[in-house]
């Protein structure tokens, strides 16, 4: 119970001390215990030097040492650890001002055996006004002080998983970046859905994907060891705080350790259940100054990560903003596509490893927009997957390739995409005989590619459906095997006639240490073992071919063979009698390049040069635009938005120069390259550049050295390039 000293009280004892006066000694004692009877509440008294001259008997035996009390400093026995209202005050402080003071919060003990009390007390002074010390009054609030804690944890923490909520991490992230701001110092926020949860809550119920969620948090703490930094937003997102990390490279380490941690098998009350998660980083100041501008940008990150594939990360770049606005416009004009006719189907040929033998394609779609041309289904395939119009999509297909299909002569096979959604249509089944029946194509020259992401609702209606395709003699694919989710139980409960190996697994398979080589001669030799054929997909160059047909694989795709073509080509393609191809492509499988063609610049000591950036590989980079440039010149290559590298000339041709960087790009979590730290522009402004330089095409000095400006090194193609024709000279 606290003891209230507020305007009232105050004339309250006014009014009782004016009484007290008319009481006589006998009388005053007894209205001291009778005070002091209440529970928790007590008299206490200090001298001129502080010391404890007086505290009431129930007061001092709830204390750690009660017989050493009494003469100590008032400011030893309590200890001010919050005054309860945030304002700073201490015992201490209160003591040296000789006034009255109230409500102090106090506190003795430790651990267990804490208190908590709130001190009212008034200076007392002699008759010739000499300051004698303090009297007045102590209450315990030890009880409500519990409350009041329970009361601001359950305020500040999720009730389901019990790390903090979306307020609290607000508010922490906010006084992070204040602080930060000042310090310059970053902090990175990274926004986490869980994939595929809606369908365990869908199909097991609420209670198990509660139960699924705790489970989750507990995984995030052992990733991040720091309960406070994560937070649960809600429903099946969480985020976590990582200040003084910008650095790239370990961000994208820690996405993918959360990503494939996440992605394990949960057993959650007797139920098996499998889901994954996207990623989304912002790091502070890059990618915004306050605590809305970042989450808003990590949250656009969170999103392009969701609709590049699933399972993945990306950083944040100025080219989401754009393309959240390009997404919505998709969106809408992807309703029109189907009925205008703007969606069509490309083949890529499938051929038998042994024999370079077409086998079959795969049935791959196109949308051909009136006003952006050609879409890659990466884009607008993930639209319509959160939609119904997947399914609507994915029949025109299916009726599409049968069509084609049935023009082909011999018994090349179709292989089909069916999404999750569009494969628990209780109606598919009766779409796929319909789709066959109308184009009149056997049965067995249909491929349904399947992706594991069926078997999150596996069940009952799951394996009916699986035997009902079966009976109608299609042939049934598990698609992307082995990117995280695969269990060898659906191989044992599902009729699949095909294993397709995810690229994923054939990247880097002929270099030294890699364990890719041996996972896929286990998955050759477990297909072999219960009669299945195997596709690995995405073969690019005649060393993964050659490692392919070592290990066994039975069919390959990829460019090494043919890309995707019109349905118009592959017919008149397959008319040739035993249609084989002859793989072609680089020798060797070399670091990923990634071919563009998009301004940067190149900086030499005092100078900028606008350069154009050819192709882009971890190590390295094919840049065009400088003539006379010696091997083993250094530039700093700024890439954009505050990219830096240094990089060394190893070859020239002309004006392009093929470079090598100092440090190694890494992983951007969208199949592109970035640097591990970034720059803020208005340092880069400050250090000399010009304000334009994002989009400068003309070469520029930079601060001029001793007041002097030094005489360009190299001469620059690009700015007479860009402007050729115009009369307007660049002075290169």
């Known amino acids: 119970m606290a003891w209230n000293f507020g305007r009232s009280d105050r004339l309250a004892a006014r009014a009782a001390s004016r009484q007290a006066l008319l009481l006589g000694a006998e009388e005053a004692q007894s209205f001291c215990r009778a005070v002091e009877g209440i529970d928790g509440i007590g008299f206490w008294a200090s001298d001129a030097q502080g010391a404890i001259r007086y505290l009431s008997e129930k007061a001092l035996v709830r204390l750690p040492s009660p017989d050493a009390v009494l003469g100590q400093p008032l400011t030893d026995v309590f200890d001010t650890r919050d005054d309860g209202a945030g304002s700073g005050r201490s015992l201490r402080f209160v003591l040296s001002r000789r006034s009255r003071f109230e409500k102090l919060t106090v506190c003795t003990g430790d651990g267990g055996q804490r208190r908590w009390w709130q001190l009212s007390g008034e200076a007392q002074f002699g008759p010739g006004g000499g300051f004698e010390g303090f009297c007045g009054l102590c209450a315990e609030i030890t009880d409500e002080r519990r409350v009041a804690e329970e009361n601001s944890r359950d305020a500040m923490h999720d009730p389901l998983t019990g790390l903090i909520n979306r307020r609290e991490m607000a508010r922490a992230l906010e006084r992070t970046l204040s602080a930060y701001r000042v310090q310059e110092r970053p902090c990175a926020t990274l926004l986490i859905d869980l994939d595929r949860f809606k369908q365990v809550n869908d199909t097991l119920g609420h209670s198990t994907g509660d139960a699924l969620l705790r489970q989750v948090a507990d995984r995030l703490v052992t990733i991040v060891g720091q309960a406070e930094r994560i937070c649960r937003l809600g429903g099946d997102e969480f985020q976590i705080l990582v200040p003084d990390v910008e650095d790239r490279g370990d961000l994208g380490n820690l996405a993918e350790r959360i990503i494939a941690m996440l992605s ?32 808003r940008n990590a949250d656009l990150a969170l999103y392009a990560a969701k609709h590049g594939g699933r399972g993945r990360f990306r950083f944040f770049s100025r080219d989401l903003l754009t393309a959240a606005e390009d997404r919505r416009m998709l969106e809408e004009h992807l309703h029109d596509a189907l009925a205008r006719g703007e969606l069509e189907l490309h083949y890529q040929p499938i051929v038998a490893a042994g024999s370079d033998a077409v086998s079959g394609a795969e049935a791959l779609m196109r949308w051909n927009h009136p006003g952006k041309g050609v879409i890659s289904p990466a884009q607008f395939i993930p639209i319509a997957e959160e939609s119904p119009m997947i399914c609507q999509i994915g029949e025109w297909a299916l009726r599409q390739a049968c069509q084609d299909a049935a023009q082909w002569p011999g018994d090349l096979r179709v292989a089909v995409n069916v999404s999750p959604r569009q494969f628990t249509d209780t109606g598919f089944p009766a779409v796929v005989a319909s789709a066959l029946a109308a184009s009149g194509l056997a049965a067995e020259r249909l491929e349904l590619e399947i992706t594991e992401g069926v078997f999150l609702a596996e069940g009952a209606d799951t394996d009916a459906r699986f035997h009902t395709l079966k009976a109608l003699g299609v042939r049934l694919a598990l698609d992307d095997f082995g990117t995280g989710y695969s269990s060898l139980g659906y191989l044992r409960t599902a009729p699949f006639d095909k294993i397709k190996i995810d690229q994923s697994f054939v990247r880097g398979t002929a270099e030294a240490g890699t364990r890719n080589k041996a996972l896929i001669s286990a998955i050759v030799a477990m297909a072999k073992a219960i009669g299945m054929e195997t596709t690995a997909e995405g073969i690019e160059t005649l060393d993964q071919l050659a490692m392919m047909r070592e290990l066994g694989v039975s069919h390959v795709q990829g460019f090494v063979y043919a890309q995707a073509m019109p349905a118009a080509e592959f017919l008149a393609a397959a008319a040739q009698p035993h249609w084989g191809i002859v793989p072609s492509g680089p020798a060797r499988q070399r670091g990923e390049r990634i071919s563009m063609f998009r301004w940067i610049g190149a900086i030499h000591e005092d100078h900028y040069y606008p350069a154009v950036l050819r192709n882009l590989s971890a190590t390295g ?112």
Do not use: H, M, W
Not at 276 to 294: C, R, T
Not at 658 to 685: H, M, Q, W
């Open 621 to 732: 980079a094919l840049i065009d635009g400088l003539e006379d440039v010696p091997v083993g010149t250094r530039f700093v290559l700024y890439f954009g938005e505050g990219q830096l590298e240094v990089a060394t000339v190893r070859r020239t041709i002309g004006e392009q120069l093929g470079v090598a960087f100092e440090k190694s790009l890494v992983n951007d979590g969208n199949g592109g390259l970035c640097t591990r730290t970034r720059i803020s522009p208005y340092d880069l402004v400050n250090a000399g550049l010009p304000p334009d330089f994002e989009v400068s095409t003309i070469r520029t000095p930079i601060a001029p050295r001793d007041g002097r400006i030094a005489i360009p090194a190299f001469t620059s193609t690009v700015g007479r390039k860009a402007i050729q024709g115009t009369g307007v000279s660049t002075g290169g």
């Open 264 to 295: 394990q098998p949960y057993s959650v009350e007797g139920n098996r259940c499998i889901i994954g998660a996207s990623v989304g980083i912002a790091v502070a100041p890059f990618d915004g100054q306050d605590v809305d501008e970042l989450v």
